[in-house]
């Protein structure tokens, strides 16, 4: 396993140094991001404070154009996707140890394409992205509902089939899905043959409608 070449940042503070005080230097480390052949990951990232991540449609087909690059790179499967106007999410497989470097590409190139677009300067997004190594099975399905109904729970459409900016249509077929999700991938997780595995899909994401948060 590799861990992120952004690991460890410096931070300097102010403190006590036996009885007469002093300034000292800490260097404090990140939490490893676990990177490992074949694993998969739920992917987040937000805007900035004040700053909108996704404007219009434009920037979501930007931020998708470079998410296919990213994943045509690299080798990445890309299961699962969802973008937002604050927000985006993703569900990928990494057949190599390289989340970090791919994702510094994915945002930020798009942070710099925003900027120049908007006549901005400053940081596109809040933080490093927030990733989540997913374990299980039932992890990885429930991920395809929460994705899918992240629109919906938002408030932006009162159904996920509404939601142009996501994987969902594409993978019940609604849409010609983009050729970097992994459709044949992600129906795996439901059944096989595809067609009764979209069927699950479509069954299991509506129940998530009427359950719980």
Known sequence: MG????????????????RDGCAYARRIPRPLRIQAPGAYYHITASGNTKRTLFRDDK??????????????????????YCVLS????LLVETPEPDLAAGMQSLNGRYGQRVNW?????????????HSVLVETDGHRLELHRYIALNPVRAGLVASPEDWP??????????TRP?????????LQDFAMPIAEARRRLRRFVADGLTSPK
């Open 59 to 80: 920037e979501r087909v930007d931020f998708l154009d470079l998410l296919a690059d990213v994943v045509a790179a690299r080798g990445w499967l890309c299961r699962s």
């Open 3 to 18: 861990s992120d070449p952004d690991q460890v940042c410096d931070e300097v503070g102010a403190g006590a140094c036996g």
């Open 117 to 129: 677009r908007r006549g901005e300067k400053g940081h596109v997004f809040q933080a490093r992205y």
């Open 86 to 89: 604050t927000h985006y999410h």
């Open 165 to 174: 900016w996501s994987s969902y249509c594409g993978l019940l077929e609604f």
């Open 178 to 186: 983009p050729a970097f999700l992994d459709v044949a991938g992600a």
